[in-house]
């Protein structure tokens, strides 16, 4: 599984350099079939400390880190969601994307202009939010327009898709984000199919170099949402920005181990261990019969495969077994 993140920023907030600075890190696509081959792209590996201490216990000849897709998107202006500037190419990339990281300038810089001609952080974010909301907007009224011959017809489907579509217009009207619309499930699972802009999770990456830590905190505490520090330029952050993309995806890990190759394998919160087994391969799904299951830490300690058997560390788990992050597994199909 690759999931992928958009940078977004105006011009001159560091985006690029951030990009850059990712990129540098990047790992051979090869390893990761699904991911795409594009300069705009970057395959990053997620730090994780156990992929390599689960090699050395291994002696694996290849060792395989989790990644994630962090997608350089144009330069966004006001304006964009009526086609200022790269604005429909900026939208579009967006909506290809699953989560959207917003490079935010705090550092102040005679030498780089501000397109704005000031610094103001929240003035940004509030600019690119409102390009996602105005872009959301349209594409909700257009569809409640549609769908009013299937709603006075009396279609339940088309009914219940029209309420949803108007609690979400209200909440965009007022200059929100699709995502604060109070949604149940079944509610939630309707609006999934719009490939909302601003429905996606946001990372605030406020990039500071060199900016006082009461300047810092004084506009972290008006974030709106998740939030991380950095400095693109010196490359502070890093590592911490690319773990807190891996949780704002809702992702974790588990591990395969063997003489062969070490390899983290990206998975959803929460998946069973036949949807797990699909990071893999898509036939283990449904050839799934059993998993052999031991915790990462738990394998290290005992010393060997058949020391954490004895000692009971090692678990046979069924269908509706719920993949744990940190388990090493051996799937039997």
């Not at 600019?127 to 257009?142: C, G, M, Q, R, Y």
Request: aromatic residues 6%; hydrophobic residues 40%; charged residues 30%.
């Amino acid at each position: 599984m690759s999931l992928s993140i958009g940078i977004v920023g105006l011009p001159n907030v560091g985006k690029s350099t951030l990009f850059n600075a990712l990129t540098k890190k990047s790992v051979p696509a090869e390893n990761y079939p699904f991911c795409t081959i594009d300069p705009s792209v970057g395959i990053v590996p997620v730090p994780d400390e156990r992929v390599k201490l689960l090699s050395d216990f291994s002696k694996s000849a290849k060792t395989i880190p989790a990644v994630i897709e962090f997608v350089d998107i144009a330069g966004l202006v006001a304006g964009a969601s009526k086609g200022e500037g790269l604005g429909n190419k900026f939208l579009s990339n967006i909506r290809e994307v699953d989560a959207i990281l917003e490079v935010v300038r705090v550092f102040e810089d005679k030498d780089i202009i501000h397109v704005a001609n000031k610094v103001d952080p929240l003035q940004d974010i509030s600019i690119i939010n409102l390009e996602l909301i105005l872009a959301d907007l349209e594409t909700v009224s257009k569809r409640i327009s549609n769908l009013q011959k299937d709603v006075k017809r009396g279609d339940k489907v088309a009914i219940a898709e029209n309420s949803v579509l108007e609690k979400v217009e209200k909440v965009l009207s007022d200059s929100h984000l699709a995502s604060e619309t109070i949604l149940d499930e079944k509610e939630s699972e309707i609006i999934k199919s719009m490939h909302l802009l601003s429905m996606k999770p946001i990372l605030y990456a406020l990039n500071a170099s060199e900016v006082a830590e009461n300047v810092i905190d004084k506009v972290a505490s008006q974030i709106p949402g998740m939030y991380i520090q950095i400095d693109a330029i010196f490359e502070k952050g890093l590592e911490d920005l690319i773990k807190k993309s891996y949780e704002l995806l809702g992702l974790e890990t588990y591990f395969t181990t063997g003489e062969d190759e070490t390899r983290a394998w990206t998975i959803k919160k929460g998946s069973t261990a036949p949807v797990a087994g699909m990071a893999i391969h898509t036939d283990f799904k449904d050839k799934f019969i059993r998993a052999e299951v031991v915790f990462w830490k738990d394998l290290l300690d005992a010393g060997s495969y058949s020391e954490a058997r004895s000692k009971g560390k090692v678990r046979t788990e069924g269908k509706e077994y719920i993949v744990k992050d940190g388990d090493v597994i051996e799937f039997k199909i």
